[in-house]
């Protein structure tokens, strides 16, 4: 297993773009092409400094960490009715942590990929009665079975595991996040 440490260079932009699509996709009428939006994200710049100017991300605090990761500060604003820190909170650093990993992890892509999470398991252990950081990791048979598949059709999926700990490294949480990642058009 690797640990990530996030260092990276990348920063998402999001952009949409109106697409013609025919009956590869459900539509109601099948005689007529069907026009939906389609969401383009490209990756660019450094992760860190963009992750914190996503306006929920900033609303609930989440900062790069010193030493590699997000962390979240124990802050009342994101306290659940326990006084610990909220789950949706500790969800958000989880997923925003799973990202910058992925994104760090495959430098290769920026700017030719757009990661989705397809789905998510979270296990919550510990109430999160301090200040919390989220580290990151991919099993290396993952990455090679990611890049595999990635070359052969264009798409692929890859798991990023993510534990968050507390200042006395107790873990708070573990999460895995299920990444849909697709090519796009250049």
Not at 51 to 80: C, M, Q, S, Y
Not at 142 to 157: A, P, T
Request: net charge neutral; glycine share 4%; proline share 3%.
């Amino acid at each position: 297993m690797k640990l990530l440490r996030h260092t990276g260079t990348c920063n998402p932009i999001v952009s949409l773009e109106r697409s013609w699509w025919n009956s590869d996709l459900p539509s109601h009428n099948q005689d007529n092409q069907d026009s939906r939006l389609r969401l383009t994200i490209v990756f660019y710049m450094d992760i860190h400094v963009e992750i914190e100017k996503i306006p929920f991300v900033k609303k609930i605090g989440i900062k790069k960490a010193g030493e590699g990761g997000l962390t979240l500060n124990f802050d009342k604003a994101n306290h659940n009715h326990l006084q610990t820190i909220h789950a949706g909170a500790l969800f958000t650093l989880a997923e925003s942590a799973s990202a910058g990993a992925l994104l760090e992890f495959f430098p290769e892509f920026a700017g030719k990929v757009a990661p989705v999470v397809r789905d998510a398991q979270i296990k919550f252990r510990k109430p999160a009665l301090h200040s919390v950081t989220a580290i990151a990791s991919i099993l290396d048979e993952s990455v090679s079975e990611f890049k595999k598949q990635f070359q052969k059709r264009n798409r692929s999926l890859i798991t990023v595991e993510v534990a968050v700990i507390d200042v006395d490294q107790n873990v708070v949480c573990n999460a895995a996040f299920n990444w849909f990642v697709l090519g796009i058009e250049q």
